[in-house]
């Protein structure tokens, strides 16, 4: 019973055949192919044309074809193929029909080549979003440096003409100037940061900052702010506090005025409230609570996520417009301290933005750490200060804010080769030097100057002015010995405090 | 006068191969993506000149993203190589150099066609910037979508094989 079971079996998916060394069919037992003694196997199927040369080996011999498709016109089956060779005997052929095995076989190798070529096809996506992410804060970055040497310009020269004989009207027209210029300039800081914030490349810095100083000149700011839109400006600053903490304050700083505008900017009557008060102190680090409430236009729930987002505003009408960064950077601002912003707001009655955020105790400042550089200091003495600069705006600037203060020499190169011949033939004091310069760039050049034989030269203080402040800007600045950076655009301050910080 | 001569093809998954093979055999073209397990063997008559033709055995082989895992029975009586891989995914040309080398070494008297197939989902600036990388090894940049190249291809090969 069981053999001749296994003899049917056998026969549907067997077919033997034998075949001379030129590939003639001798004999045949017609499971798939029927009726083919005396022809040649080349004329059943491309395949056997490949094997008529292992025909004739004359030796004892296998060789197993896997998977191969026989597909003919009145049949598609899918065998391994084995061919036989004898030393004495004719060749033999045996056909498997493995159709049913290697259709199932298919259908797990379609499954698993899809699954890895949309795995690749969607690494190469992200890839190329990746690239084009990188490409975009590139050019951000870099678009927003070449605004800032313009506009550097414009501040400047605003200032520098604010000192002159105006009229009313002209001194009118000319605050509108410095307030639309200023208004360009935080839109592009805003860019900037949120670039930098996009591509990991905001760094936080660690310094000590005294917390009541700190705070009371954010208070004193918004109170004036928020009078000159008629609101009252209430704050709650807990006793307790720290009197110094470790941390970054500029970017505080940049969290809470972004906070505080905000509520000013969305308010029309009532008040802004800032409260700041001590969570706990464990592990010498403090926790703070922060808090902006405003009594303004409030935020409807569905819209509390959009807030935060990039280039997204709720309102839109014209009072209100901006880039949309402002709460987008607040939020990346906090995270990246560690932090967690929240929002509770009733629409039409007011909102309030909160959250805590840790400070490393400095318990090491017991005296007052923030120096004011008095402008006034030295003002006996002369200076000769050396301007590489080939933005002939740039030039003007400094000349004008130099000259204005009359005790400063101003020497002015264009080109990065004439720098070190000056220091030689001239007696300098201080460097202000350009980072884009032609040819070279101004931290090249700064190396060249450290590695000056002549002590005296080697050790002059070179102060960047420059836009591109990346942390491997910074980093770049620091290995050519460069003693500090004046982040353009710049104003007649932050020059002067700057210049006269390093001045001996 | 007619000859035949056998040809496989070689290459990752999802390259292209088959699509080559249909488009030269049948010029159709399906973008339905149908794993090719085993092999599937094509015949195709090929005019060299006006006497004479070569019948091309195409062998149409399961792709593998490892050349030396090919089955050797496959290859037996190979008288040519096309080895196809995608433009547009570089993990099937991540190996280019070594799997060239390979076949070279294994088969060195067997003429091998190098193809970039899938050319219309990349830009000439794609190719301009990555001639580095094809320029050594690839013959052929072609589009069995297009049917850019294809004849052009399977020709010269098979003139190849009758010098």
Sequence with gaps: MLAEHKIVHQKAIYQYLTTDNKGLVLESDDTFFANIQSQNIIALHPFFYSITNLLDTKKEEEFLFSCIHLDTDNKNIIADITLKTFAKENPLLIIQDLTTHYNNYQLTAQKRNESVINSQILELKNKYLIEKEEFKNTFIANFSHEIREPLSGISTFVDILKKTN?????????????????????????????????????????????????????????????????????????????????????????????????????????????????????????????EIKDTGIGIEEENFENIFTSFSQINQNQQNKGTGLGLAIVKSLVELMHGNIAIQSDFNKGTSISFNLSFKLDGSSKKEKVKTISVEKKEKEKYNVLLVEHSEITQLSVLKILAAQKRFFLDIVSNPEDVIPTLKNQKIDIILMDINLPNKTGDTLAQEIRQLPEKELKKIPILALTGKLFPEDLKRYKKAKINDVIRKPFDEKSLLKTIHKYLK | MSISKKIILLGHFGVGKSSLIRRF????????????????ILKKEVNISKEETVSLIIWDLEGNDDITNTRPSYMLGTSGIIYVFDLSRPATYKQLENDINYIKTNYPNTPVKVVGNKKDLVTKDFLKENNDVFKPFVDFFTSAKANTKVNDLFSTLAKELIL
Excluded: C
């Design chain 2, 25 to 40: 055999v049948e010029d159709t073209f399906t973008d339905n993506y149908k794993v090719t397990i085993g092999v599937h």
């Design chain 1, 166 to 290: 105006l009229n009313t009207e002209q001194a009118d027209y000319l605050n509108i100037i410095k307030t639309s210029s200023n208004h360009l300039k935080h839109m592009i800081e805003d860019i900037l940061d949120i670039s930098k914030i996009e591509v990991g490349k905001l760094n936080l810095l660690e310094e000590s900052f005294n917390t009541t100083a700190f705070l009371e000149e954010i208070i004193f700011t918004y109170k004036v702010k928020a009078k000159e839109k008629g609101l009252d400006f209430n704050n709650n600053i807990e006793e307790k506090l720290p009197n110094f903490l470790l941390g970054d304050p500029y970017r505080l700083k940049q969290i809470l005025s972004n906070l505080l505008d905000n509520a000013i900017k969305y308010t029309k009557k009532g008040s802004i409230t800032l409260d700041v008060s001590l969570n706990q102190i464990r592990a010498n680090k403090a926790n703070i609570h922060f």
